[in-house]
């Protein structure tokens, strides 16, 4: 039987709340699981039912909330990951050096692998998207829209990604955001030549590029550096595949 806390806080002057899953028997590994949604959308409640799997598999889980676009812009869901993990490794759940692991989906996932940079967290991320300032020059005629669909009429899968991806990216970085702030976005730019062991999920034709997952990999398996990518079939993102790819997924991080 798992145990399951709600709205506990570790940011009270942003009131930012994390809900926290506790196994009955310990793996001793602290799971991290930063929630997609661009950046402007998205709550540590959607993950609920990964926070009880990954409980019942014996991960003391930690979901938390950032916050979001379009009131709060880039670097504000970064530096509020960043004060999580500060918090945590403060907390009496810190024991020791390797305890802590991730999960990051979608943009959680881009956050995760910053995070992953600085202190080598043991990673998984499904559908990290990692480069926007090229992609946003390769895309300039691209009209953003959350639902192109409806919206704008597009009946292209590809079309449709390209314009919800440019939507999420610009809501986020707000604007008035600069060249020197696009390029902070990519996840390359805080890359200093370590990260911990990483494990990529990607769809084989989804949102996020594959070829700018599989630039990543080559970077990091240049400098000889753990990293792993497994190719999904299809156009699913993210939480599409999730429950194909979580056993795997908590597996890597449990061994």
Do not use: C
């Not at 992953?116 to 691209?142: C, I, Q």
């Amino acid at each position: 039987m798992i145990t399951v806390k709600k709205e506990l806080v570790f940011d009270p002057d942003r009131n930012l709340a994390f809900d926290l899953y506790l196994p009955e028997h310990e793996n001793g590994k602290i799971l991290v699981f930063w929630h997609g949604g661009g950046w402007f959308r998205g709550d540590k409640s959607s993950a609920q039912p990964i926070g009880e799997i990954a409980a019942n598999n014996g991960f003391k889980v930690l979901i938390p909330n950032y916050r979001l676009a379009p009131r709060h812009t880039f670097p504000s869901a970064h530096e509020d990951s960043a004060r999580l993990i500060k918090w945590l490794l403060q907390s009496d759940y810190y024991a020791a050096e390797d305890q802590i692991v991730q999960i990051g989906a979608s943009v959680g996932g881009t956050m995760a692998l910053v995070l992953s940079m600085k202190y080598g967290f043991k990673t998984v991320t499904w559908s990290a998207p990692l480069n926007f300032s090229r992609w946003l020059h390769e895309h300039e005629d691209v009209h953003a829209a959350v639902d192109a669909k409806n919206e704008l009429g597009l009946e292209d899968p590809t079309d449709i990604h390209a314009s919800f991806y440019k939507y999420f990216v610009e809501t986020y970085l707000g604007p008035e955001a600069t060249d020197i702030e696009r390029n902070q976005l990519n996840v390359e730019a805080t890359y200093n030549g370590k990260i911990g062991p990483i494990l990529l999920y990607n769809s084989t034709n989804e949102l996020v590029p594959l070829q700018d997952t599989l630039n990543f990999v080559s970077l990091l398996a240049h400098d000889d550096l753990p990293v792993t990518l497994h190719t999904v079939a299809g156009s699913g993102h993210a939480m599409d595949y999730s429950e194909n790819v979580l056993s795997a997924s908590l597996q890597f991080l449990a061994d």
